[in-house]
C-alpha cells in the first residue's frame, strides 16, 4: 500500500506548519474530533463572503441567485460524493448529531411505538445513543446495543442474533467507531438488517472522511456525516435518506424556507429537500462543505484510506511494543487511522499534557462513547488519529513521545512511591 505525496498535500494546510505553546513544531493527531481544512475550502467561503453572498432561494436579485446557485450546486457535489440518485435526498443539517436528531425525532415520532425496539452498538458515540434514548422516553420503545468480543470485535454472527432476538425497527450503527477506529462491513450488515425488516441508519461520521461511501450500493435507508470531519467548515453536516421515506417523514423543525403556504389556521410543507431545512441554511458552509468533498475526491478516497491504513498500522504496531501500552481497538486490518490506547498507571489526561509538551496534540476522554468506556472498565482513554497530511515521521514523533510518557511516570510513580513508604 502506498503513501499520498504530503509534501503537496501539506502546502495546502498552512496551520500544520505552526509550533504549539512548547515551541515544538505541531504534530496534529486529533483528526478523528476535528479535521484541518485546505487552502481551496477557506477560499471557496471567503469569496462567497467577499463577492456574492446573500440569503438563498428567497431573493430574485443578482447576489441572492448567485448564492443560491452555489448553494445548490454544493447539494449536487454532496450528491455524487455519497452516489445518491437525487439531490432531494440531501438534506442540510448543522452536523451528524442534528441529523440522527432529525431521523430520531421525525422518523422516530411516526413509526416507533413501546413494543418497538432500536438497535445499536456498545461503541457508538453518544450522537447516536442520546436521540434513541429520548425516543424512548417519548415512546416507551427500547434500545438495545449489540457488545464486543474480548478483541473489540463485532461479528456478523452476532448482528444476527441481535436481529433475530429484537427484531428491531431501526439499526442505526456507526460505519466506523469513533474510538475504536474498527470499520464495520457495512453493506452486509446493512442487507442483514434489511432481511429482518429494520431500516438503517449509518452514521458516517468516521467514515465518510475516509472511504468511499456508496449509498445505493450499500442499500443504506439514512447516512449521516459531518463537514468538519471531511477538511469542511464546522456548522453544517448531512443528512442522506431514501426519497419515499423523506416523503413519508413530517417535517422536524418548522419555520421559513419549510413551508409552500401559512394561514392562521395552519400550514403545508415544501418538497423535498426545503422540508427539512427550516431557516436560513448554512450557504457559507455548504459551499465550503462542496469545496472540501471536491479537494478529497481530487486525491481520491481509495488512496486517502491506503495513507490512513499505511500510518494506522504504524502506529498500532509502535504503541503495542511500548511496555505498559493497551491499544483499545481490533487489529490494524480492522480499523483505518484511529488508535486509542491507554497506559499503565497514567491518566489519560496526563498523556494528553505530556504529549502536547511534545507538539504532540491527541484526545484524552471518553470521546463521546461513554458505554463503550464502562464496557471495557475504564472511564478514558488516549486517541490518536491520522489523516490524509500525516506522515510516517509524525507517527514516529508521536510514539517516541508515549514512550517518554513511560519513562516519566514510571520514574515519577517510583519517587513517589519511595515517598510514601517514607512517610
Ligand atoms: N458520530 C461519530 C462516530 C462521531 O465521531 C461524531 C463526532 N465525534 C459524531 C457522531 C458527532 O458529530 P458532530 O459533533 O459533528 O455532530
Redesign the pocket.
Known sequence: MSLLDTDQIRQDFPILDRTVTSGEQLVYLDN??STQRPRAVIEAMDDCYLRYYSNVHRGIHTLSEESTRAYEAARRTTAGFLNASSTQEIIFT???????NTVARSWGDANVSSTDVILTLIS?????IVPWHQLAARTGCRVEFIPMDENFEISDTVVAEYLDRFKPKMFAF?A???TLGSEYPVQRWTSLAHDHGATVLI?A??AAPHQQIDVQQWAADFL?F?G??VCGP?GI?VLYGKRELLDAMPAFLGGGGMILNVTTEGFTTHELPEKFEAGTPPIVEAIGLAAALDYLSSIGMDRIHAHERVLGERVDAGLRQIDGVRVIGPSADKKAGINSFLIEGVHAHDVSQFLDGRGVAVRAGH??TMPLHQAIGVTATTRASCYLYNTPAEVDRLLEAVAGVRAKFAKSGRRRRSRRSVE
Open positions: 478523528a474530533a448543522a452536523g451528524t448529531t442534528a441529523a440522527i457508538e458515540h453518544h450522537a447516536n456507526a466506523a467507531s469513533n452514521d461520521a468516521q449521516v459531518s468538519h470531519k464546522t453536516g470521546h463521546c
